[in-house]
């Protein structure tokens, strides 16, 4: 059995790797409780009572341990996946996975050197049952070859629940890195794409003059040799929402459309997982709730056979060096000064 460990619990994320290499089969070995955010530590505690709490040299030097998760404040990240690599532990961090051009180039060097896997599970697809059947209905041709991805990822800000890194650039990344890279993965993957290039970006801060250096608005026009991509990010979900973000993805093909509505339907049908099929045959709505999770599962089995069946090592710097990309040269629009 696999054993893995959780470094940096900044980010409830987090529970996603834990629970999802948990069903996958591994066991969990330990995790450190060191943290900005106590509360999540404190629902660590509370969800695997068994589990020992370890410190991170600990953790990493421990050569029972197989695999290492983070999500911790996201400028840390590339570290610890670089320091757990090194001790001979494949890794699963939180998107985003780096946040500098310089920590992007350490990565991939310490792969290469390792034999290692450094895989960042972008959520928005990999543990969104919608997002799993929809890419099942692309690659089974339900709407022909895919023209073009419209990704948008808003967020509800609730500023007072945040730690003070959450506000600083230079901790998140900006909006795009920090965001955007869910949808950038999810433009290279429902489009087959193996590369892209970054036609235009903006970020902005429109509705938080507190924090003159914070991006609640983000967007990026992306294109490859199969297709278009545009994204647009922000965090201006309103109190009257009744979940978090109202997240959505549009795949235009040939032949159809797919819309996904991830987390509401705002038109009225209740839960999570909507998916709707347009085609010459009509009008067709999945509730994909039950769709299974493979990301997980494939992962685990990846670090027994030493194979990228969850997500090829190429994909995963592929959206990292566009995310970095679309950030670096983003227009800066709507600024406020602090008030």
Known sequence: MFRFAAIGIDHGHIFNHIDGLLDAGAEFAGFCPHSSVPALVDAVRKQHPDVPEVSRDDLLTDASIDAVCI???PRDRAGLAIRAMQAGKD????????????????????????????SVCFSE??????????????????????????????????AGTRPDWFFDPDAFGGIIVDIASHQI?????????DSGEVVASSVGNFGT???AQFQDFGEVLLRSNKASGYVRVDWFTPDGLPTWGDGRL??????GYIELRKYVDIGGREGKDHLF?????????????NEPLEYFTRFVADMRDRTDTAMSQQHVFE???????AQHKAAHIGERKAA
């Not at 890794?91 to 992007?104: A, R």
């Not at 180039?105 to 290692?116: I, K, L």
């Not at 990999?126 to 948008?152: E, N, R, Y």
């Not at 549009?250 to 032949?255: A, D, N, P, S």
């Open 71 to 73: 999500a911790a404040i």
């Open 91 to 118: 890794v699963i961090v939180d998107k985003p996975g780096v946040t500098s051009f310089e920590q992007l180039e350490a990565v991939q060097r310490t792969v290469d050197d390792t034999g290692r896997m450094f």
């Open 125 to 158: 697809r990999h543990c969104v049952p919608s997002a799993v059947k929809a890419g099942k209905l692309v690659q089974q041709g339900a709407i022909g070859k895919v023209v073009q991805t419209i990704g948008m990822g808003p967020h509800r800000l609730a």
């Open 185 to 193: 993965d999810q433009f290279l993957f429902y489009t087959g794409s």
């Open 209 to 211: 003059p507190q924090s």
């Open 250 to 255: 549009t795949i235009l093909g040939t032949e």
């Open 277 to 289: 099929l347009v085609d010459r045959s009509g009008v067709q709505h999945i509730d994909c709730s």
């Open 319 to 325: 959206v990292c060096r566009l995310a970095l990309e």
